[in-house]
């Protein structure tokens, strides 16, 4: 009976595993705006986009390999629930669909950007690590992205305000650091956008909402 049981647990977790990398993967192809882009704008776009495709087949090879680990503690009946449910919690708040809470930064935009330069803060932001991203009340998963002109951005089919609120969880100094480098994305932005001002403040504690969007993919099947 116990290894029916711990077989089915492990049958959960491997489904959500593979789940969630079709997910990530998917989120690459959301990016719009391209057409808008200088060279330079879309050089650096590229090394983003590499950049996060290696931490996407590193998290690959992670996933896999606590895969591998579960099925092997099944196969000696040793597999703990407890293990089982710590990596599950961190599985859903890693892909959103659970809230989650930690320390990290608030990115403060006031003034009208449009959608692409908002995608420029939200991929450097991933690149430098940030565990989890929120626009205001929206959660940042796989096929939300800011769009539209200067005025008129929305995120997940919602009409965003001045000013914009970023929230993102990760280490405080890595993630400003990276938004606030000499050449970085705050730079470009002002010096294309001199209106508008951007600041970046470290935050103790951020609590970033569940997403309400179906995060089944409609085209990709997880691997077991």
């Given at each position: 009976?116990?290894?029916?049981?711990g077989?089915?647990?492990?049958?959960?977790?491997?489904?959500v595993?593979?789940?969630?990398?079709?997910?990530?993967?998917?989120?690459?192809?959301?990016?719009?705006?391209?057409?808008?882009?200088?060279?330079?704008?879309?050089?650096?776009?590229?090394?983003n986009?590499?950049?996060?495709?290696?931490?996407?087949?590193?998290?690959?090879?992670?996933?896999?390999?606590?895969?591998?680990?579960?099925?092997?503690?099944?196969?000696?009946?040793?597999?703990?629930?407890?293990?089982?449910?710590?990596?599950?919690?961190?599985?859903?708040?890693?892909?959103?669909?659970?809230?989650?809470?930690?320390?990290?930064?608030?990115?403060?935009?006031?003034?009208?950007?449009?959608?692409?330069?908002?995608?420029?803060?939200?991929?450097?932001?991933?690149?430098?690590?940030?565990?989890?991203?929120?626009?205001?009340?929206?959660?940042?998963?796989a096929?939300?992205?800011?769009?539209?002109?200067?005025g008129?951005?929305?995120?997940?089919?919602?009409?965003?305000?001045?000013?914009?609120?970023?929230?993102?969880?990760?280490?405080?100094?890595?993630?400003?650091?990276?938004?606030?480098?000499?050449?970085?994305?705050?730079?470009?932005?002002?010096?294309?956008?001199?209106?508008?001002?951007?600041?970046?403040?470290?935050?103790?504690?951020?609590?970033?909402?569940?997403?309400?969007?179906?995060?089944?993919?409609?085209?990709?099947?997880?691997?077991?």
């Amino acid at each position: 009976m116990r290894g029916r049981s711990g077989r089915l647990v492990v049958g959960i977790v491997l489904f959500v595993l593979g789940f969630l990398v079709v997910v990530q993967l998917r989120a690459q192809s959301s990016d719009e705006g391209l057409a808008a882009l200088s060279v330079q704008d879309l050089t650096e776009l590229v090394a983003n986009v590499t950049s996060r495709n290696t931490q996407l087949r590193d998290e690959v090879r992670k996933l896999e390999q606590q895969r591998t680990v579960v099925e092997q503690a099944v196969q000696r009946g040793d597999t703990s629930a407890l293990q089982i449910r710590s990596d599950l919690n961190r599985i859903e708040g890693w892909s959103g669909a659970v809230a989650v809470t930690g320390t990290g930064v608030q990115v403060t935009i006031i003034g009208s950007i449009p959608g692409d330069a908002i995608e420029l803060l939200l991929n450097e932001l991933r690149n430098a690590g940030a565990e989890g991203i929120a626009i205001g009340s929206v959660r940042v998963v796989a096929g939300v992205v800011a769009s539209g002109p200067a005025g008129a951005v929305t995120v997940g089919n919602r009409l965003v305000d001045s000013p914009v609120v970023l929230t993102a969880i990760g280490q405080s100094q890595t993630l400003a650091g990276s938004l606030t480098r000499a050449g970085g994305p705050i730079a470009q932005l002002a010096a294309r956008y001199p209106d508008a001002s951007i600041t970046v403040a470290a935050v103790d504690k951020i609590t970033l909402p569940a997403t309400d969007r179906s995060l089944g993919p409609v085209l990709g099947r997880p691997r077991l």
